[in-house]
């Protein structure tokens, strides 16, 4: 059983930056992908980037060039450094995982609780 815990939201200015933490704890196998979603007001719950294991990444068009995705394999922990915000940004921001074992067919994936991100003008 894995828990997510994330951290770092908060409200910041247009232009401004926050970095978005999220710890996998718990009785662990190994945390596969690790990926932060967003749901906006009104809006659906999106992908904003994942990484694997191995360090690729993959991120949604409105964030390439501004937000970087990064992980502590050693920690289980995935990072988000947002940079250049928008206010269109402004979402509450879920932390995912997946786990695997060596071996196996055996799978499960966990969601965080999510922490609120507000851009203002």
């Known amino acids: 059983q894995v828990h997510l815990m994330a951290s770092g939201g908060g409200l910041v200015q247009a232009g401004g930056s926050l970095r978005l933490s999220c710890a996998a704890s718990g009785s662990i196998f190994t945390i596969n992908s690790m990926a932060w979603y967003r749901q906006g007001p009104g809006k659906q719950r999106d992908l904003v980037a994942a990484?694997?294991?191995?360090?690729?990444?993959n991120y949604a068009d409105s964030v390439k060039g501004r937000f970087a995705i990064s992980r502590d394999n050693a920690k289980n922990t995935v990072y988000l450094q947002m940079n250049s915000l928008k206010p269109e940004d402004t979402a509450v921001y879920y932390c995912?995982?997946?786990?695997?074992?060596?071996?196996?067919?055996?799978?499960?994936?966990?969601w965080g609780d999510g922490t609120l991100v507000t851009v203002s003008s």
């Open positions: 995912y995982a997946d786990e695997i074992k060596e071996g196996s067919s055996w799978w499960a994936d966990y």
């Open positions: 990484i694997t294991r191995g360090g690729t990444t």
